[in-house]
């Protein structure tokens, strides 16, 4: 059975408010949720962007729900301090959590004041940080010298069963790769030809694992209102990689976007104002070969979102997958 999720938007509402809508998504009959793991917002019209982490343990401990974090290791986050984070979230909430692991954006990363590398050096110090962080959360002491270094590391409190480290990516290069060493892969809805590029690719790789899709959707009672949210609050969907990936700021995004095509937008974020097309836009992306699917409301506020999963979303969508 195909699972079901709420994408909880760090980048555009506050975490207290953030965390009753988590809960009402739990209570609309979502399965499972999710968040990333930013520094900044991806617009200044979004202006939030909470601390996932001490979030996460509020949700994890006032819902049933699994929950999962696109997160980057290795710049922000030193791998150690990483691995300890997620340990600690595995002993206490044991198989409800698991983390996406990415190469990261410049957006949340250059704040250290460090050099933001090349793609394919990001990518081998991710590979560094998965391995550092697997060992450390087998119980071994860690030494490493690389890309990142640690020097006697050892993390104390532990799970019985390490949570799962899926990789995030939107390329079939870096889908192949991730099929090396991933266990489930995690990626944001594109043109379908292109999703079932990026589904082979993990495979050839090597690849198993739950297939994770996060789908951007723009719901009200109009579609002219539809739109108009979109505009507003996720014209970021517009800004493709590398792009995306080397930006430092909000305000690089605005200006990238200007004003945004209407019909790129579409292309970007699933706009409706009929519950049970969404929900058959929704499923024919999941029938591509997804396990699991988490879908971002790009509203500021959840309410009406919530209540017409609660009614005809949901209902509609386990019809259909």
């Not at 200044?44 to 979030?55: D, K, L, M, P, Y």
């Not at 704040?111 to 697997?134: C, F, H, I, Q, Y």
Request: aromatic share 8%; with cysteine; glycine share 8%.
């Amino acid at each position: 059975m195909v699972v079901i999720g709420f994408h909880a938007s760090h980048e555009q509402i506050p975490p207290s408010a953030l965390l009753r809508d988590v809960q009402g998504a739990e209570a609309a009959g979502f399965d499972a949720a999710m968040c990333s793991d930013h520094l900044s917002p991806w617009g200044v019209r979004q202006g939030e962007s909470g601390f996932a982490w001490s979030w996460l343990a509020a949700a994890l401990a006032t819902t049933r729900l699994s929950f999962g974090v696109v997160t980057a290791p290795g710049q922000r986050y030193h791998p150690v301090v990483h691995a300890q984070a997620i340990a600690t979230l595995g002993e206490m909430f044991p198989g409800r959590f698991w983390a996406a692991l990415g190469s990261g954006e410049a957006m949340n990363e250059h704040v250290t004041g460090d050099r933001w590398p090349e793609k394919d050096v990001r990518n081998a110090r991710l590979l560094e940080s998965a391995t550092v962080m697997r060992r450390l959360l087998a119980g071994e002491e860690v030494s490493h010298d690389g890309l990142i270094r640690v020097d006697r590391a050892r993390v104390w409190s532990r799970p019985e069963v390490p949570p799962p480290f899926l990789a995030a990516a939107v390329s079939t290069q870096t889908a192949r790769w991730a099929g090396s060493w991933a266990d489930g892969f995690a990626t944001v809805a594109q043109a379908p030809e292109v999703l079932r590029d990026v589904i082979d690719a993990y495979r050839e790789g090597g690849g198993t694992g739950p297939l994770v899709l996060q789908v951007h959707v723009s719901f009200a009672e109009t579609d002219a209102e539809a739109i108009a949210l979109a505009k507003d609050q996720w014209p970021n969907g517009l800004v493709s990689p590398p792009e995306a990936w080397d930006f430092e700021q909000p305000e690089d995004f605005d200006r990238a976007v200007g004003q945004p095509d209407e019909g790129q937008l579409r292309n970007a974020v699933l706009v409706d104002h009929d519950p049970a097309a969404l929900a058959e836009r929704i499923a024919d992306l999941v029938d591509i070969g997804f396990d699991r699917v988490y879908l971002h409301h790009v509203g500021r506020d959840q309410t009406d979102f919530l209540a017409a999963s609660e009614r005809s979303i949901l209902p509609r969508l386990r019809e259909l997958v």
